[in-house]
């Protein structure tokens, strides 16, 4: 069966599903055009742990949203996957990228917060 490799990072405490402490730094088989639904089920990382997501540097998922859980992922994918206790990355603070689905997300929801709540 065909797959694809994904380079993930794991940071602050779901890092230990990747092997590390703080950082985790591990390459994931999936199937071809697997989500990232998939990716978290693999690693085994509960959607209550995760807060940031990024997929190749563009911000595809926030604390309290499931927006990234339907993007389709492709071989050579780089995803970022921060626990739901590390804040913001200062970096990101203005004019980052974000996946339409994210922005579709937050449009709904109203103004860019730290979190949201279910």
């Given amino acids: 069966m065909p797959s694809m ?3 993930v990072a794991l940071y602050g405490h779901i890092a230990k599903y990747g092997g590390g402490t703080h950082v985790a730094q591990l390459k994931v088989e999936l ?3 697997a989500c990232v639904s998939a990716l978290l089920e693999k690693l085994g990382v509960a959607a209550r742990e995760k807060g940031y997501i990024f997929i190749n540097a563009v911000l595809a998922d926030m604390p309290g949203l499931d927006a990234a859980e339907l993007e389709v992922l492709r071989d050579g ?3 970022g996957i ?3 206790s590390h804040m913001w990355p200062y970096q990101y603070r203005d004019g980052f990228p974000m996946t339409a689905r994210l922005a579709e997300e937050v449009r ?3 103004a860019l917060h730290h979190s949201y709540a279910a």
């Fill in 5 to 7: 490799t994904i380079d």
């Fill in 108 to 110: 709904q929801r109203g």
């Fill in 31 to 33: 199937p071809p055009e």
């Fill in 77 to 79: 994918d780089h995803v």
């Fill in 82 to 84: 921060f626990s739901i």
